[in-house]
């Protein structure tokens, strides 16, 4: 199972990124798909997840300001980030679950700064 993740970049403050995570291999069906998020010097951090029948979770610190989403046919997984915010800069990892089993992809760095 692979996990690419792309999309990533800098961004001033107030400003959108997305986010998208494509899985490929032998992958089905893929359980929970989301987005975690490691910052300098902390953990990583739940960001959102999509169940496979459209059912999603974020991170309390959010605020409504991200979207999670997942194209089903297409194993895609999306983040629609807007209101970025200076704290949001981190590396972004994409996570699948498949069969009980947990494979993650290799990040991509978003930064928000002016």
């Known amino acids: 199972v692979q996990l690419q993740a792309s999309g990533g970049g800098l961004v001033q403050p107030g400003g959108s990124l997305r986010l998208s995570c494509a899985a490929s291999?032998?992958?089905?069906?893929?359980?929970?798909m989301g987005w975690y998020r490691q910052a300098p010097g902390r953990l990583r951090e739940l960001v959102a997840t999509?169940?496979?029948?459209?059912?999603?979770n974020y991170g309390d610190f959010l605020e409504g300001r991200f979207a999670v989403s997942r194209d089903v046919a297409k194993n895609t997984l999306y983040l629609a980030m807007d209101g970025l915010k200076p704290e949001d800069t981190a590396v972004y990892y994409c996570?699948?679950?498949?069969?009980?089993?947990?494979?993650w992809g290799q990040g991509t760095l978003v930064t928000v700064s002016s």
């Open positions: 996570r699948a679950v498949i069969s009980a089993r947990i494979y």
């Open positions: 291999g032998s992958i089905f069906p893929i359980n929970v």
């Open positions: 999509v169940t496979i029948d459209g059912s999603t």
